[in-house]
């Protein structure tokens, strides 16, 4: 699951890659009084930037990765976060190959842990 970074937070896309745990810890508003779920936490890795004004929280969740935590209904809540380094070792390798054409690059990506 995925999340983009407040300013703070990104510093630079220094963050871009980070694994974050984050826990629902309440409400924010009174539509939704009690919006945590049963499984209120979720680790979530920053993949893009979350500018000003536009970011309201230190980290703005995808659909998927807030309704696992939250009612979506509540649009906002209370969070608790804090980095969490995964055992798991990427490697990511990158081929360009222009075997095909004379005009075009074909990239290929190949992820393996």
């Known amino acids: 699951m995925i999340a983009a970074a407040n300013q703070d937070l990104w510093q630079g896309g220094a963050a871009c890659g980070k694994n974050f745990r984050v826990t629902c810890t ?15 936490t979720v680790t979530v890795m920053i ?3 979350c500018p000003p004004p536009g970011c309201k929280g230190d ?13 979506p209904r509540a649009g906002g809540i209370k ?5 969490y380094v995964s055992n798991y070792l990427f490697y990511i390798f ?4 222009n075997i095909f054409s004379l005009f075009h690059n074909n990239m290929f990506i190949l992820f393996v842990h």
Do not use: M, R
């Not at 309440?26 to 209120?40: D, F, I, L």
């Not at 969070?79 to 980095?83: E, P, V």
């Open 26 to 40: 309440g409400a924010t508003n009174q539509g939704v009084p009690h919006p945590c779920t049963e499984t209120p």
């Open 59 to 71: 980290l703005d969740l995808s659909h998927e990765a807030f309704s696992t935590i939250a009612d």
């Open 79 to 83: 969070i608790s976060y804090q980095q």
């Open 47 to 49: 993949t893009d930037f």
């Open 94 to 97: 990158v081929f360009f190959n």
